[in-house]
């Protein structure tokens, strides 16, 4: 980019999974992305690891599924054990949400590419790697961010540029919030002829521990540093080979990586300043036991690249990004705290704490209703958006929450997704009612604005079937329209009936101007 001044939409700083969705998000949206990425090439090591039914939805809906998968483990059984490998708890049953299972791992790297691939389709995105940003700034109408030999100037800029982001640093943000430190030794391993495809935790006070597999005959290993340990001894290969050895390792396998890492729980006292928004990592960091890191960065991505192309396209006024934190820190907030306490139950190094941990394990799994309750569901906080302005939470206990996604029927098409009938932006979708023609002329020009799909479940025209009625039996009702945001959130539950305005609300949370769209 040497001698040269690219203008763009959006200025994404950082090409890891966060900034790589975000810009995929934008781009397909049709907004101009320069992506700017220090690194000269990607990660070739794999770091996060675990997903939840709700990543896989993601990727399926940017059509980056498919290129993903293959390098993907699904429906991983758990197992815990105590210090004498009795075993605590297993759970077998792996969970299903939004058509995908809640349980598994990825390879980063593979993870990476995809997204990358997809971003190769779009005319309108830009990737520039070995890129350094020397400075930048902002006024009334975008950033400028100044470059080694060149300069970019955006509308609005999003820093996904990680947990150290000078970006973040340079806007004078703290980084601080609730304290959790530990060092772990986290090793990566290749060939390893371990007979199991478990993921276990090894809950011994003296060292906790954990395994996991990963795609291409790889599996990831996890020891907490002890006091007194040497750090730089323990990371050698002599050592992770005699660490995984006494916890069941095959043998003949190869290292890929043996490092001692350190887990925070941070979060940016703000995500947005100005025209510069940050997520991802650069806007909080969570220890990894309950797989959500890489999860919350996407999710960061999925809520505000609807909401940036919006205001980039005129849909929607500025002000509408500052629901990109209210909506966000809540959930980052509760995951975290989630991660922090699994991590400090399960992995107590307390002999008394240890002791107490067991024998209320064993006494819940001694019962098997409530064995088979803690089974069968995820013990990850849902996405709850139900108090953002942003959602009719007075419309129905489902409003604010992700909407469910059964395989339906198309006339034309045969079997889809919900989402790929939805399409990627808002949609309205009506169960046993016809959704083209269910509301008055006011609400379905809110709706025409917004770009809003209408797709009929077992009614109207262009109707999909639903022959189960899976819809009615999670909205827990027949005959009602599901308005559903790009993001997969429930905005709002619309009863039967032709009363025009009911969407009023919208008006101003929105900043819909009803007059002007009328002229449209």
Known sequence: ??????????????????????????????????????????FSEPRAIAYDAELLRHFQTTGTYDDINPSMIHDLPVKYFNEKGKLLWAFGHCPRAFGFPSRGTYYQPALEQGLVNALGKLENVELHRGVDITGFDQDETGVTLELAGGTVRATYAVACDGGSSPIRQALGLKFSGKTFMQKWLVIDTTGDKIENSDLQFFCSPKRPALTLPNAGNRRRWEFLVMPGDNEAELATEKSARKLIADHGGGTGFGIERSLIYTFHAR??????????????????????????????????????????????????????????????????????????????????????????????????????????????????????????????????????????????????????????????????????????????????????????????????????????????????????????????????????????????????????????????
Not at 4 to 14: F, L, N, P, S
Request: a positive charge; one cysteine or more.
């Open 1 to 42: 980019m040497a001698g040269k001044t690219r203008d763009c939409d959006v200025a994404v700083i950082g090409a890891g999974p966060t900034g790589l969705m975000t810009a995929l998000k934008l781009g397909q949206a049709g907004v101009r992305v320069c992506v700017l990425e220090k690194r000269a090439a990607p």
């Open 267 to 520: 979060y940016a006292e703000r995500f947005r300043v100005g025209r510069i928004l940050i997520a991802g990592d650069a806007a909080h960091v969570m220890p990894p036991f309950a797989g959500q890191g890489l999860t919350s960065g996407v999710r960061d991505a999925v809520n505000l690249g609807w909401k940036l192309s919006g205001v980039c396209k005129g849909v929607f006024p500025a002000s509408i990004l500052d629901s990109y934190e209210m909506e966000r820190r809540p959930h980052i907030e509760k995951v975290t705290n989630f991660a922090v306490q699994l991590g400090g139950v399960i992995m107590t190094t307390s002999p008394v704490g240890a002791w107490f941990r067991d024998r209320v394990m064993n006494l819940i799994w001694s019962f098997p209703p409530t064995r088979n309750f803690i089974d069968k569901n995820d013990p990850i906080p849902p996405y709850d958006l139900r108090a953002s302005p942003l959602v009719n939470r007075r419309s129905h206990r489902k409003a604010g929450l992700l909407i469910e996604q059964p395989n339906i029927v198309s006339k034309d098409n045969g079997q889809m997704p919900l989402d790929a009938a939805m399409g990627r932006g808002f949609a309205l979708v009506g169960i046993g009612i016809d959704a083209h023609n269910a509301l008055g002329v006011n609400d379905t020009c809110r709706l025409e604005a917004l770009g809003t799909r209408f797709v009929s479940v077992n009614a109207g025209r262009e109707s999909y079937g639903d022959s189960e009625n899976f819809l009615s039996n999670w909205l827990g009702q027949k005959d009602a329209l599901i308005l559903v945001r790009p993001d997969r959130i429930v905005a709002d539950v619309l009863q039967a009936g032709a009363d025009d305005n009911r969407l009023a609300w919208m008006d101003s949370a929105y900043g819909i101007d009803l007059a002007a769209t009328a002229t449209l």
